[in-house]
């Protein structure tokens, strides 16, 4: 079993960066696909991207892509998410999840919430107007 924790959320200005940060431990990430998702007060949890167990695929909803960038460092047991050009619609609770399944079985499986098997408990993104 593996026990994530994400780090690196925080306030910022429309058009800043963050950078996510969800470490690993108890068992080495190498062994899942990771997960980003995120949760606006009052919506459901919202798929954002994953990255299979070796980085060489990736996954983005639509309205991410060209702006956030998933990434791996298995040596260090963590997932990073790369944001950049934030947007006010951006602002959410942002949670890493890990998934024990099938390595390559396209978007739909890696966007849907019942894939992953770890949660962590989740980072605060506040992008201000």
């Known amino acids: 079993q593996v026990q994530l924790v994400e780090s690196g959320g925080g306030l910022v200005q429309t058009g800043g960066s963050l950078r996510l940060s969800c470490a690993a431990s108890?068992?080495?990430?190498?062994?899942?696909?990771m997960g980003w998702f995120r949760q606006a007060p009052g919506k459901e949890r919202e798929f954002v991207s994953a990255?299979?167990?070796?980085?060489?695929?990736?996954y983005y909803v639509d309205s991410v892509k060209g702006r956030f960038t998933i990434s791996r460092d298995n040596a260090k047991n963590t997932v990073y998410l790369q944001m950049n050009s934030l947007k006010p619609e951006d602002t959410a609770a942002y949670y890493c999840?890990?998934?024990?399944?099938?390595?390559?079985?396209?978007?739909?499986?890696?966007?849907?919430?019942?894939?992953?098997?770890?949660w962590g408990q989740g980072t605060q993104v506040t992008v201000s107007s």
């Open positions: 108890g068992r080495t990430v190498s062994n899942y696909n």
């Open positions: 999840a890990a998934d024990n399944g099938i390595t390559y079985a396209g978007f739909s499986y890696y966007s849907t919430v019942k894939t992953y098997d770890f």
């Open positions: 990255i299979t167990r070796t980085g060489g695929r990736t």
